[in-house]
């Protein structure tokens, strides 16, 4: 069976999906990065390659996320590409119509305009840590609530109370300062979701028009009470994708499979499941040829070093002693 693979390496998670030559899911993974993203990618080659038949031949490789250079020197890549751009492929994919996507993860926010089916205008936000899924993990943690249950319990609320939610900072001591107050758990949750989803607006999507059909995904579309507070925010019905959790990874694998297919007799790159029990590592050191002092990181697969960034001229990055 031809297939097509796509992995998203982010600062919470690296996800996995793998699709078929119609572009179907077949298995996908959600791994927590846990601050150590080589290990991480080649867990789920391992997860994959211990799950998936020995007639499942891999035709192309995406790989999208901060991690996305990294994971592409570990894996041998055919196509690399930004999370914008794999995220609108994979709405596209599930909602063809999609005009808004919503998208918030562990560490930050984004937001993307679509028009006829392409990219109009985006914007990100990496700044504050209000309303990611980080903050509302050590939210629940503190308030000794599975974040499984942080969305059910919001939504019971006849009557949530209000919560500063500009920063993540204010809006934690606010509602410890409700909790001494007496209001019950649900009505601080739906109003920290309330407060999350004015804060969203007001700053990722600032200036942006909002049409529908507008898709939720990102780990934090689990959550029941933000996808509620966003319907009431904008009037309008919020949709969550089935694979809401992994559409970096499934943009990444579609985007793949589109390449590869553009040009039939192009092999992939692709090293094999076997990639993931080489040795890897990553070193980096200061340049001091001029002013800048870039942060050079070299990658080195089995002590053969095998790509290098960092630079802002290209010194280094574009001269790898392989």
Partial sequence: MECYLGIDVGSVSTNFALIDKHGKMLKKLYLRTAGRPIEAIKSGLKILKEDLKDDIKIKGVGTTGSGRKLASVIVGADVV?????????????????????????GQDSKIIILRDGIVVDFAMNTVCAAGTGSFLDRQAQRLGIPIELFGEIAIR???PTRIAGRCAVFAESDMIHKQQLGYKVEDILKGLCQALVRN???????GKEIKPPVV???????????????EEELGMEIIVPEHFDVMGALG?????????????????????????????????????????LCEIVQ????????????????????????
């Avoid at 969203?200 to 600032?206: G, H, I, M, S």
């Avoid at 990444?252 to 590869?260: N, R, S, W, Y």
């Fill in 157 to 159: 609320s006849k009557n």
């Fill in 200 to 206: 969203y607006l007001a700053n990722v999507a600032k």
């Fill in 252 to 292: 990444a694998a579609l985007l793949a499979k589109k390449a590869m297919s553009q040009n039939k007799q192009k092999q992939t790159n692709f090293y094999g499941f076997e990639a993931a029990f080489k040795e890897h590592r990553a070193e980096s050191f200061e340049c001091n040829g001029c002013p800048n």
């Fill in 81 to 105: 590409k930004n999370e914008i751009t794999a995220h609108a492929v994979a709405s596209i994919s599930e909602i063809p119509t999609v005009q808004t996507i919503l998208e918030i993860g």
């Fill in 299 to 322: 990658i080195y697969v089995d002590n053969k070093l095998m790509a290098r960034w960092g630079d802002r001229c290209g010194r280094w990055s574009e001269n790898v002693a392989v």
């Fill in 216 to 230: 939720f995904q990102g780990g934090v579309a689990a959550n029941s009470g933000i996808k509620r507070a966003f």
